[in-house]
């Protein structure tokens, strides 16, 4: 990889940690202002004109669409460079957090309390999509980081795999075919 691929695509835990905060930090920016941009702060009702008995909200399907979408393509990119929560807390919690605090500071009180269904209905949709798209990013990464050497120890003693005896402790186990001889 070019050096500048390699700053853009590499790794975050082979960064600088200033680099790997200042990326985490402008992803948790993007993922806060995607959810601004596209869905209104007063989540409300609202009559289509005075008298009116049709009601209106300003959340559209486009714009959900253009948050999923978004928050999507965060956490595929986050989830190819970085560990396996850290897209979970910079693409899905800071919309999840201004969407409770959107209904939270709701002057009105809820029709019958719909909201903390709504809040946490949402919050586990965004969630499982951004762990989806992590895990699919995650296939992709070159260097999974997920090594396990030094976590395996394999013990033989001299004359183990010989099988001559020689004061081995390996322990003989049973064969799964009954027939056969050991």
Same mark, same amino acid.
């Given at each position: 990889m070019t050096p500048m691929t390699e700053k853009l695509l590499g790794l975050l835990s082979k960064r600088p940690w200033t680099e790997?905060? !200042? #990326?985490?930090?402008l992803g948790a920016a993007l993922s806060s202002a995607t959810y601004l941009l596209c869905l209104?702060?007063?989540?409300?009702?609202?009559? *289509?004109?005075?008298?009116?008995?049709t009601e209106t909200t300003p959340v559209s399907v486009l714009g959900v669409?253009? @948050?999923?979408? #978004?928050?999507? !393509?965060?956490?595929?990119?986050f989830g190819h460079r970085?560990?396996?929560?850290? +897209? !979970?807390?910079l693409v899905a919690a800071p919309p999840a957090t201004l969407m409770y605090l959107s209904f939270r500071t709701n002057p009105e009180p809820p029709d019958a309390s719909l909201w903390p269904l709504t809040w946490a209905f949402s919050t586990l949709v965004m969630a499982a999509g951004v762990l989806v798209a992590t895990s699919v990013a995650?296939?992709?990464? *070159?260097? #999974?980081?997920?090594?396990?050497?030094? !976590?395996?120890?394999?013990?033989s003693s001299p004359g183990a795999s010989s099988? #001559?005896?020689?004061?081995?402790?390996?322990?003989?186990? +049973?064969? @799964?075919?009954?027939?056969?001889?050991?």
């Open positions: 790997r905060w !200042l #990326t985490r930090l209104p702060w007063d989540l409300r009702n609202r009559p *289509e004109s005075p008298g009116s008995t669409a253009a @948050l999923a979408v #978004t928050l999507l !393509l965060l956490a595929l990119y970085d560990a396996l929560a850290w +897209p !979970l807390l995650r296939q992709f990464r *070159e260097d #999974t980081g997920d090594s396990t050497d030094g !976590l395996v120890f394999a013990h099988g #001559t005896g020689g004061g081995s402790s390996a322990v003989r186990r +049973p064969s @799964l075919n009954p027939g056969a001889r050991s």
